[in-house]
């Protein structure tokens, strides 16, 4: 069974920074995973902001290209989220994801609010 455990989300003034870390457990199959970050804000839609493969190759929303940057840890069964020029819209639930036999799996989502 695949867990997945989001941390590091909390409040930060327009123009700030957060990393958002994911740590993965159960099944042995981190390594070979494609990771996502994803994010729901009120009354919209859970989008896909971030994804990196198994071998690292980074995918980016337009929404978030250029101030988000994606990593994993393959030694640790980490993915990170590292946020800079943080927005107003940026603010929602962040959860990691992952795919593995055809089964989506979520974490618990870490709150991301971007205000002064």
């Known amino acids: 069974q695949v867990q997945l455990v989001e941390s590091g989300g909390g409040l930060v003034q327009p123009g700030g920074s957060l990393r958002l870390s994911c740590a993965a457990s159960?099944?042995?199959?981190?390594?070979?995973?494609?990771m996502d970050w994803y994010r729901q804000a009120p009354g919209k839609e859970r989008e896909l902001v971030a994804s990196i493969s198994d071998s690292g190759s980074e995918i980016y929303s337009d929404s978030v290209k250029d101030r988000f940057f994606i990593s994993r840890d393959n030694a640790k069964n980490t993915v990170n989220l590292q946020m800079s020029s943080l927005k107003p819209e940026d603010t929602a639930v962040y959860y990691c994801?992952?795919?593995?036999?055809?089964?989506?799996?979520w974490g618990q989502g870490t709150q991301v609010t971007v205000s002064s």
């Open positions: 994801s992952t795919t593995l036999f055809r089964s989506k799996y």
């Open positions: 159960g099944s042995n199959f981190f390594s070979s995973a494609r």
